[in-house]
């Protein structure tokens, strides 16, 4: 099967999705990796190590900053001439993107969010989760290429073979009068990325719920709400540097201001599989555990024994999280010589 993959990066360095996905495309034949941009040779070198037979590389100026527009042309009019069957792409912002734009250009459909795939003869059927996660569909494409995006860390990451090769082979961008324009970048924060995170540590309205806190004189009844919150925030925060782990949050913390929505974990938010999961004072709302169901393993801290998401947890904690978040991470950290 010729199988393309779509190399997701920013300035030249690849999302860990995109190397996953290379490694899917391995199990299914010979791999060509599409590298789109500027002044990224590197990247090319890193698509070969991490399996790629191929690498169609797209080197130019106007390719510096993702553009939708160009980034979809020059991937639409390099298929339609050279007809791979499959292309492949990590469930990014960007990876969605593009597959559905691609998919409108070749008139064909897309499968998004991928958690597994089976090849019989040239048709791939892939399983991907619906309705918040409660139901697993099983599904084909019947046109040409088939497009799919495939769920972060739902697939192993390929180890990487220094020095290993393959065949580059330029190609040109396509060059037209796109109407948008990359003016600049802002960071919003640092920290560990919640999608590529392997453990992740969230927190979400019980992290407000100290009543030993008394919050400075001056405050009303909302802002002093916050201001607990974000003193339980810190402590889902210190457990979460103590184990190297990305923070994340439901709707109810993000929604009453206690940190800001790109922590969001769940249907609303970002969609997560790490292999560790601590959730701590969240209930295990349908819409929550939509974005966390395909953690490997699930903890949760909650004071509460018939909240549901012990019913998804490996390990639950019975208990107040102001006490065991805080004795977690003393631990964690003597454990971890920290
Ligand atoms: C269309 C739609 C989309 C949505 N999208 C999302 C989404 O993407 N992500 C999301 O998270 N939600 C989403 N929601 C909201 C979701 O339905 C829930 O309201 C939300 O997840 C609840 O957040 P929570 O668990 O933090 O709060 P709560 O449900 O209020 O739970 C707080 C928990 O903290 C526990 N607790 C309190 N004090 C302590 C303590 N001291 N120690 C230990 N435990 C304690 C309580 O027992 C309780 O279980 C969505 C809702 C809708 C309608």
């Given at each position: 099967?010729?199988?393309?993959?779509y190399i997701d990066h920013f300035k030249g360095n690849a999302l860990p999705a995109s190397w996953e996905t290379i490694g899917v495309g391995k199990t299914l034949?010979?791999?060509?990796a599409l590298v789109f941009g500027s002044g990224i040779e590197a990247l090319a070198k890193a698509a070969f190590e991490y399996g790629a037979d191929e690498v169609l590389l797209a080197d130019d100026a106007s390719l510096v900053d993702y553009r939708a527009e160009a980034y979809a042309t020059?991937?639409?009019?390099l298929s339609a001439e050279r007809t791979p069957d499959l292309l492949l792409f990590?469930?990014?912002?960007?990876?969605r993107e593009l597959a559905g734009m691609v998919a409108i250009d070749l008139r064909t459909g897309v499968m998004v969010d991928v958690t597994s795939l089976e090849a019989t003869g040239g048709k791939i059927t892939v399983t991907r989760p619906i309705y918040a996660g409660k139901l697993?569909?099983?599904?084909?494409?019947?046109?040409?290429?088939?497009?799919?995006?495939?769920?972060g860390r739902a697939f192993p990451k390929p180890a990487q073979q220094a020095?290993?090769?393959?065949t580059l082979t330029k190609v040109a961008a396509a060059i037209g009068d796109f109407p948008t324009k990359v003016e600049g970048y802002t960071t919003s924060e640092s920290g560990v990325s919640l999608t590529d995170a392997s453990v992740i540590v969230s927190g979400g309205r019980?992290?407000?719920?100290?009543?030993?806190?008394?919050?400075p004189a001056g405050l009303?009844?909302?802002?002093?709400e916050i201001w607990r919150a974000q003193q339980g925030f810190a402590l889902v925060i210190d457990l979460a540097s103590a184990l190297g782990a990305a923070v994340g949050a439901s709707r109810a913390a993000v929604d009453a201001g206690y940190v800001p929505y790109t922590h969001q974990v769940g249907q609303t938010g970002k969609v997560v599989s790490p292999d560790v999961y601590i959730a701590c004072g969240i209930s295990g709302a349908i819409q929550h555990l939509a974005g966390m169901r395909t953690s490997k393993v699930i903890v949760a801290i909650n004071k509460d024994p018939e909240a549901p998401i012990f019913k998804l947890a490996r390990y639950g904690v019975v208990g107040d999280l102001f006490q065991i978040v805080p004795a977690l991470t003393v631990a964690f950290k003597k454990k971890m010589g920290k």
């Open positions: 099967m010729n199988t393309w993959v034949g010979n791999v060509t020059t991937l639409s009019k990590p469930t990014t912002t960007r990876g697993l569909t099983k599904e084909t494409c019947s046109s040409r290429p088939q497009i799919i995006t495939l769920r020095g290993k090769s393959g019980g992290v407000s719920n100290n009543p030993a806190l008394t919050p009303d009844e909302k802002q002093a």
